[in-house]
DNA sequence: AAATCTCTCTAACAATCGTTAGAGAGGCCT
DNA sequence: AGGCCTCTCTAACGATTGTTAGAGAGATTT
């Protein structure tokens, strides 16, 4: 790994769990093993390592949507041994590479705390955990009423109530404390339970 | 307004949008119009203004859930011209009290900031805003259950469904950006909606 | 009237903050 | 071999950080 992801990568959990302002340059640099100057050789200054941050993200978020959309519109292709319904498999997908993803929960983190003093960081925390979960589940889920796998009048209410459990149980697990694996087991018990009433399969 | 009091409310405007360490004492100072000396009199320390923002909060909720417990067992004696049923009024006396309250909302920001490196304040968090809401829900609708309103077999489901909703618009509305009147009209809309929907009245 | 208590001030302390100038070491091109 | 580019270092800068000693003004108690 090269000095500026190393950097980058320090910076992040820091931030993510003190907050930008309260991380201090000697504090990446010192965790990384470089001097202060060599930090400044790679980022002009220290908004230039949250601003290289929301800039990564902000491009995994968009092929991971394109992936998504992929998935969405081909459910056929991906199907495995069994014939899994596209709710649960973009789920699942959205489970592992963006909620359990170690870049993207932390940075949901930092999103979290910077939010309440940097407008460009809220409408970015707003899209990722609010607008955009609930096209994905409404494109899902309007796919299979028109399929006729449930009824078409019922669609606006099931997204609504998929989209907040499923928000809430990021927020209670997922972004709450460290990540530990015994928090991932409970979200992934919740979400299979609802999953199972919602659409009895 | 005490000089405490004011010191107490300066600190948490600012602890809860740029977070405890990013506020230095000078900017407390300034914004209340004294010096650095004069809040060292009225606190031990920096951490101390916190710790005591923390315990007012803890003291609010226990005097605000013990008034929901009066208002859950003897729902008669509130009932104005129109019987709402007791959801209606526990819910709408949380958003007032609790939620919309300035004091409860910014503590919610604290917390939901400060949570990632404060086990204290972690524990409250969780607490405040996942622990008790439930709790309350399901005591409510428990009760329900019993009188007959509805069936005894779904309660915890339409527990876990009405908490889950409420908690993700609290923080999608009213954790979001600043608090503005636009956010609270929104939320308030989307709680009516699906209140209506779940307990058609 | 004297003494005490309550509250605020001036002025300073060492430590830490973000940032920079400039030198040096190693690899690559001419 | 000489020059250039890439990367890291030492060493320091002015500003800001949390905190404290000690004086002073006003009200209250003795």
């Known amino acids: 790994m090269s000095t500026r992801d190393k950097i980058m990568d320090v910076a992040l959990n820091m931030f993510s769990e003190r907050g930008y302002e309260a991380v201090s340059i000697r504090d990446i640099c010192s965790e990384v093993g470089i001097k202060e100057s060599t930090l400044y050789y790679h980022f002009k200054n220290k908004k230039d390592i949250l601003d290289s941050l929301v800039e990564k993200f902000r491009t995994h978020i968009e092929d991971l949507l394109s992936h998504v959309d992929e998935i969405t519109e081909n459910p056929a292709q991906k199907k495995g041994k069994n014939a899994d319904p596209s709710v649960q498999m973009v789920d699942s997908y959205m489970i592992d590479s963006y909620l359990f993803d170690p870049f993207c929960n932390l940075m949901l983190r930092l999103m979290m705390i910077e939010q309440f003093h940097n407008e460009e960081i809220r409408e970015l925390y707003e899209k990722t955990l609010f607008t955009d979960p609930y096209e994905i589940q409404m494109n899902i889920i309007k796919r299979l009423a028109s399929a006729g796998v449930m009824p078409e009048e ?40 609802f999953m199972a009433r919602r659409f009895k399969a």
Chains 1, 2 share one sequence.
């Open 154 to 193: 019922d669609v606006e209410w099931i997204v609504r109530e998929t989209h907040s459990y499923m928000t809430m149980l990021t927020f209670k697990y997922l972004l709450n404390g460290d990540l530990t694996e015994k928090r991932k087991k409970a979200y992934y018990k919740e979400v299979h339970d």
